[in-house]
């Protein structure tokens, strides 16, 4: 290659032994450390000189101290040089970029990441991870810029390209940082918009081109470029929220979650309607409804809608189907100004094969197991994250954190948490690799929940962290100091599922399980639990609620009436699907949107009108939640009558009581007897067979309370309505 340089002589005495050696690697796209070559440096004769790459340039141009000069060639692959007075700083020269930017020389700035930041992150506890990592807008030595730093510790070449450079990975090759694996390079005069990627070079010389693992935003699917965004800009106004989130953190309190899929919620003209415009209509819309929470389905950046954004490619990004990270922030930020707190879905579970996301992102499984009996999920197609590499630990604890503090979140619900806890999760004997121990706990997983529970609080105190798991699991919602993996609340799958399978029975079915209604009270103080109909349930062949009901349609409407004030009565949190609350016949689709037509039919504004008007009930009377978690807020009245399929309980609190019916058959009692002792007043305060609900109006305006012959109470007599809820205030 020497017959390629102009000057075969080193022009540095500095790089004699290695002059010809470092520029070939950049020639080469070999270079580790581009900085000790290009950039700045010092110079025979008590000057300085300049060194520039620009394959396959002839000439080239740059500025220095204001004035147009040109370099001399050295190399024809496209090396320049040009020696400048021994004061030059790195501000008092500019080198033209591909697009024709004037800008400061990338390769004349220190490190952009400091050994603390190393240090932290290798250990796995660099909390501000996405302040350190990532592309950000930045000041570097005075001049405005942005720094791009990545973790891929097995790559031979890491190269950022952009429309800057033309996509070329040859011209801007990053610096690594040595032994912690992360590459970095500061590219000054680039702006907020900037679209970008990473171009890694395997060591076996494979060129991939990866989207940055911690952007905060990215183009619109199917694109996929990384982009430059601004986060802190944004003026929040929900300081009040804030604090009062942080003053109630252990009081009771009600919730009752609205899930959203913002994609399907509301259209405009078919199209993705913006946060800002979602933000407006959805929190009249809960506030109206008397939902104190909204739980989004994952709007971190995702390439396949049907994926419904649970296989994530951009974990830091808000996906841009409905704007910038900024239309996100005001998005929770006029939530939050009109009291409705807000949950995010998150994924830390799995990850998409797609070839430009987190997949053997430096030509190694670096995010993920080598071995795919760990590293590889068999029902979803997906990569499973390395739960025993600190670096990957990290990078999705701070992610967690980075939705707490960056958007102000409220909660983040865990997704498929069963499937982290076990080795063995939807495989076949053979197909997974046992524990130390020998058994089939994720003992990796495991502790990560711990650790990011633990992080999540004390940073963010009053945040809520909540478990999607489907098993057994012990201590899930227990504390760290008594065994328990310390999450907020775990959503009750068994008692989803053992409603809806005795709900969707016809009622003369109904009397010989009756302890699908009874037995979750057996275990529903174990855990802190919420009670879910969530989209899992509405999809994939299940159908919706509405059409789960079996009967005529006047009864099917009954039973809908009667699950969803079910649910509500019953200890624990509480959250539906959207459309359910008007009764929704088709399943959802998430390329749709829900039937808002049918609020021009009667009787499913009568459900919608009952979902509202419970909700507020809930809200105002702290028996239907205070004691959620504690058995001293439950009390079985009768759960015999199962020939009649009547159930009837207390809810309690420390200031009332109330006394919950429920009649799952449509027959009508117009004489019922419960047996119940301790009080002298009651009065119905709801019923969901009211005719304002679409019910046939059976309600109960007057009650005979009934006393054996000393006179003391042993029961009131009601008009049991005909698949309903009853619900009586009682002192």
């Not at 990053?174 to 900037?194: D, Q």
Request: charged fraction near 20%; aromatic fraction near 14%.
């Amino acid at each position: 290659m020497t017959q390629n340089f102009i000057n075969p002589k080193p022009t540095s005495p500095k790089f004699d032994s290695a002059y010809y050696d470092n520029l070939l690697k950049i020639i080469y796209s070999d270079q580790h450390d581009p900085h000790l070559i290009l950039g700045l440096h010092d110079f025979s004769g008590g000057k300085k000189i300049i060194r520039l790459w620009r394959p396959g340039a002839k000439l080239l141009s740059l500025e220095v101290f204001k004035e147009i000069v040109s370099a001399k060639i050295v190399h024809k692959a496209g090396i320049f040089e040009y020696i400048v007075p021994a004061d030059t700083m790195v501000d008092d020269y500019r080198v033209y970029h591909q697009n024709g930017l004037l800008a400061h020389d990338p390769y004349a700035f220190l490190p952009t990441l400091g050994e603390l930041d190393q240090y932290l992150y290798a250990k796995g506890v660099h909390y501000k991870l996405f302040r350190a990592l990532g592309g950000r807008l930045a000041e570097q030595q005075g001049i405005s810029g942005v720094k791009f730093a990545v973790w891929a510790p097995a790559a031979r070449r890491v190269s950022l390209v952009g429309d800057f450079n033309h996509w070329d990975g040859r011209t801007n090759p990053m610096r690594s940082l040595g032994k912690s694996g992360i590459w970095e390079i500061f590219i000054p005069g680039l702006k907020e918009g900037e679209k970008y990627k990473f171009e890694i070079k395997t060591q076996a010389g494979e060129i991939l081109l990866k989207t940055d693992p911690l952007a905060y935003s990215s183009e619109l699917r199917p694109a996929t470029a990384s982009v430059v965004s601004n986060v802190d800009r944004f003026q929040w106004s929900d300081q009040k929220w804030i604090e009062k989130r942080l003053e109630n953190k252990y009081q009771p309190q009600p919730i009752a979650t609205y899930e959203v899929h913002l994609g399907s919620w509301r259209k405009t003209n078919g199209c993705h309607q913006n946060y800002r415009v979602i933000a407006t209509e959805l929190a009249a819309y809960c506030k109206e409804m008397g939902f104190t929470h909204v739980e989004l389905m994952p709007i971190q950046e995702h390439p396949l809608d049907e994926s419904w954004g649970y296989q994530v490619s951009g974990f830091y990004a808000v996906t841009s189907r409905h704007g910038t990270p900024e239309d996100f922030q005001w998005f929770v930020n006029h939530m939050h100004e009109n009291d409705i707190g807000v949950i995010l879905d998150w994924v830390p579970g799995h990850f998409p094969t797609d070839a430009f996301s987190l997949g053997r992102f430096d030509g190694t499984s670096l995010y993920e197991h080598e071995d795919p009996r760990q590293g590889f999920h068999p029902h979803w197609g997906t990569y499973i994250f390395n739960f025993g590499r600190f670096e990957v630990v990290n990078f999705l604890i701070a992610n967690a954190l980075f939705w707490f503090d960056l958007m102000h979140v409220d909660g983040l619900r865990v997704d498929a948490v069963a499937s982290m806890l076990y080795l063995d999760y939807g495989r076949d004997s053979g197909q997974w690799i046992p524990n130390k121990y020998g058994s089939h706990e994720n003992m990796e997983a495991i502790e990560f929940f711990k650790h990011l529970n633990s992080v999540v609080h004390q940073h963010f105190p009053g945040a809520l962290m909540i478990a999607e798991e489907s098993t057994s699991f012990p201590g899930v919602t227990h504390s760290l100091e008594h065994g328990g993996l310390g999450f907020d609340l775990k959503w009750n799958m068994g008692w989803m599922n053992d409603t809806l399978r005795y709900i969707s029975k016809d009622a003369i079915y109904r009397s010989y399980h009756q302890n699908d209604l009874t037995f979750g009270l057996l275990y529903a103080f174990t855990e802190r639990f919420m009670l879910v109909l969530s989209h899992d349930e509405v999809v994939h062949g299940k159908k919706n609620l509405l059409s789960k009901m079996p009967g005529d349609m006047w009864q099917q409407f009954a039973n809908l009436r009667l699950l969803l004030s079910y649910m509500m009565c019953q200890p624990g949190k509480k959250l539906l699907f959207m459309g359910g609350e008007f009764g929704q016949w088709n399943e959802w689709n998430c390329k749709g949107e829900i039937e808002w037509s049918l609020l021009q039919f009667a009787t499913h504004r009568g459900v919608q009108t009952m979902v509202k008007e419970l909700n507020h009930i809930y809200q105002q009377n702290r028996c239907l939640w205070e004691r959620d978690f504690d058995y001293t807020g439950f009390e079985w009245v009768d759960f015999s009558d199962a020939r009649n399929c009547v159930i009837s309980y207390l809810r309690k609190s420390s200031e009332e009581r109330f006394l919950c019916v429920h009649n799952f058959t449509p027959t009508y009692y117009s004489d019922y007897f419960i047996h119940l002792h301790g009080f002298s007043v009651i009065h119905e305060i709801f019923n969901s067979d009211a005719e304002k609900y679409g019910g046939s109006g059976k309600v109960n305006d007057f009650i005979r309370i009934n006393k054996n012959s000393n006179g003391d109470v042993v029961g009131p007599s009601i008009q049991l309505s005909p698949l309903a809820t009853l619900i009586f205030r009682i002192s």
